[in-house]
């Protein structure tokens, strides 16, 4: 049974920065793209970033672009989201979704497993 747990959220003032994990067991975690969502209230679950299995090829969402970033440690069975100058609208609850697959896909539907998610709140 894959299981995937993320660490590292927390309440942040505007312009500073968070590191979260996500530690995957239960399965080869380098044959998996990677990726970090995040949900706001009221809001759908959208893509932050994604990284390749082998740290490759990375996606991130136009407004996180110079901002965050994506990286993986496949002998550690972790993915890493690097959050620098955060904004209030950042807030969310951030998950971190693993895909069987080769592509970097955005779609929430075609990730396979889920974390449970954790609390990014920023303040202004």
């Known amino acids: 049974q894959v299981q995937l747990v993320e660490s590292g959220g927390g309440l942040v003032q505007a312009g500073g920065s968070l590191r979260l994990s996500c530690v995957v067991s239960?399965?080869?975690?380098?044959?998996?793209?990677m990726g970090w969502f995040r949900q706001a209230p009221g809001k759908e679950r959208s893509m932050v970033a994604s990284?390749?299995?082998?740290?490759?090829?990375?996606y991130y969402q136009d407004s996180v672009k110079g901002r965050f970033t994506i990286s993986r440690d496949n002998y550690k069975n972790t993915v890493y989201l690097q959050m620098n100058r955060l904004k209030p609208e950042d807030t969310a609850v951030y998950y971190c979704?693993?895909?069987?697959?080769?592509?970097?896909?955005?779609?929430?539907?075609?990730?396979?497993?889920w974390g449970q998610g954790t609390q990014v709140t920023v303040s202004s």
């Open positions: 979704a693993a895909d069987f697959s080769d592509t970097l896909n955005t779609d929430v539907e075609l990730y396979d497993y």
């Open positions: 239960g399965s080869t975690f380098s044959r998996y793209v």
């Open positions: 990284i390749s299995w082998n740290g490759g090829r990375t």
